[in-house]
C-alpha cells in the first residue's frame, strides 16, 4: 500500500507524518489488501467566523473499483483524520464485502 501526505498551511513535521501512518494502520489494516494507494492532502482554512479548521481530502485507489474520494473539515487535526478514515473503512468494507 502506498501513502503519500501532502499539507498546505500546515507543519507536516516526521513526528506528524508518522502519527498518520500509524492511524491509517490502524484503520485499515484489515482492508490493506484492497487498497492500491492512499493519498491524503491536508490544509489550514478559515471559515466565515475567522475560526481556523483542518480540511483533508483522504483519496483511496481500491482493487477493481474507481477511486473514493473523502473530505470532511473540523477544528482539530487528529478529529478529522479520525472522520475521514472512519467514513473510509465503512465505505471500503461496503464495495468490497457487499458488492
Known sequence: MQVSIQSTG???NKELKTKI???LQFTLSKLEP?????SIKLSSTI???DIDNTHCQL????????DIVIE???????CVLD????????IIERLVFNP
Open 10 to 12: 500546515i507543519k507536516l
Open 21 to 23: 501512518k500509524r492511524k
Open 34 to 38: 484492497y487498497i492500491i494507494k492512499i
Open 47 to 49: 471559515d466565515t467566523r
Open 59 to 66: 483519496t483511496l485507489a481500491i482493487v477493481n473499483q474507481s
Open 72 to 78: 470532511d473539515t473540523q477544528m482539530d487535526l487528529e
Open 83 to 90: 472522520r475521514v478514515l472512519q467514513k473510509a473503512s465503512r
